[in-house]
């Protein structure tokens, strides 16, 4: 398949598009799901089963998606991904009772499962094996810009025009995922050899090179996904005085000038460098939030964390691309946000644990022992991930 040569063509552009509209629609509804559960009349134990659908159905989904990835054309699953995306926000805005919610729940689940693999195998596809880490870099800022900006509209909306017309929106943008990918060119049709390649290989549940990667993408996003679940009750229990709702508008800030200014040494610096960096950024911004008191102690924990997981985020998920052969890049993505999953789902579980068991001040305490861990993996792992950058 000829590849552009130019990170920015039309293309790059359309299915970075096509990204930060699926985000904007999943990140929407997040926020808005547990309370719109008890309004339906869902207890708050059934509430939390809802919440967490979308991540048990994506980790028991990733390896048949990253295996149809590398069959099919990219174009066709991230269609389908957000046709089932529109349906299931769809249904959210429709439904009658928290039973039909959780059904509905399952069928956007397939496609957000559907969407993040074959959207970063795609892009993938598009640009130069020599520039992918650039080209994940800004594709990165398009998911940051979307994780920041969504929740922000979505909870300040649903306080205005209540929960279903505020849903509307995320169903909209689900729906421009759709409209968006018409207008792609190159719909990444994998060629007769890669197809080959990829059924030869039987059903593969994990890119074997990728596990690593998985394993220290599911450690840095632990504390990441519990922060964005629960800074506010978070802030609240300590009674901290802090503008809580500037902390993540500060972190995609940093996160996009931070990507946009090291664009070039993702596909050069090896992946050590980038790891010591971010667990040195983990363990500021897990301290900076276990002392805070003040805004500026919440500003610097917010810089501290999109350097502790915005760049290592990045740099994980283009060194998957570039360790696991072509016919195996669907399968790889998925085995990424297969970690990513695991780090979505427990981490807030575990941060449920702790804040029932634990005096409040433990609540980020807990997550330094992720440093240590993500070291250990690094370490027994080193030359195969530092290698990445060399198979250009």
């Not at 805005?93 to 195998?121: A, D, W």
């Not at 870099?137 to 900006?149: D, K, P, Q």
Request: glycine fraction near 6%; charged fraction near 10%; proline fraction near 4%.
């Amino acid at each position: 398949m000829a590849k552009k040569e130019s990170v920015f063509t039309k293309d790059v552009v359309l299915v970075m598009m096509a990204s930060f509209f699926f985000i904007f629609s999943n990140m929407y509804c997040n926020p808005l799901i547990n309370g719109y559960a008890k309004e339906l009349g869902a207890s708050s134990a059934f509430a939390g089963v809802i919440v967490g659908m979308m991540s048990i159905v994506a980790m028991f989904l990733r390896p048949i998606v990253g295996n149809l990835t590398d069959r099919f054309s990219k174009y066709r699953l991230a269609l389908w991904g957000g046709l089932l995306s529109f349906i299931g926000v769809a249904g959210y805005v429709l439904t009658p009772n928290s039973g039909l919610l959780i059904v509905f729940r399952l069928i956007n689940g397939t496609g957000y499962v559907l969407c993040t693999v074959c959207m970063t195998t795609w892009l993938s596809y598009l640009v130069p094996l020599a520039h992918v880490g650039e080209a994940m870099s800004f594709y990165g800022i398009m998911n940051a810009l979307a994780m920041a900006c969504a929740p922000a509209v979505s909870i300040n909306l649903y306080h205005v025009i209540g929960y279903r017309p505020a849903i509307i929106i995320s169903a909209f943008s689900a729906l421009m995922v759709v409209v968006t990918v018409q207008f792609v060119s190159d719909r990444a049709q994998p060629s007769p050899k890669q197809v080959a390649a990829a059924k030869a290989g039987h059903l593969k549940l994990i890119q074997k090179d990728c596990i690593p990667i998985a394993l220290i993408v599911a450690l840095i996003a632990m504390p990441y996904f519990t922060t964005q679940a629960d800074i506010v009750t978070y802030t609240e229990q300590a009674h901290i005085p802090v503008a809580v709702g500037f902390y993540f508008l500060i972190y995609a800030a940093v996160l996009v000038l931070s990507r946009i200014f090291l664009r070039n040494q993702f596909d050069t610096v090896r992946f050590g460098v980038w790891l010591y960096v971010s667990v040195i950024a983990t363990v500021f911004y897990l301290l900076m939030l276990i002392f805070m008191q003040n805004n500026w102690q919440m500003a610097l924990a917010a810089i501290g964390m999109a350097v502790a997981y915005g760049l290592l985020y990045s740099v994980c998920q283009s060194t998957a691309m570039m360790l696991a052969p072509s016919s195996e890049r669907g399968l790889a993505s998925a085995t990424f946000f297969l970690g990513l999953d695991v780090g979505m789902s427990f981490g807030p579980i575990i941060a449920g644990l702790v804040d029932t068991y634990l005096p409040i001040r433990a609540f980020y305490l807990v997550w330094l022992i992720t440093v240590p861990l993500i070291l250990i993996i690094y370490w027994a792992n080193r030359k195969k991930l530092n290698s990445a950058v060399s198979r250009h």
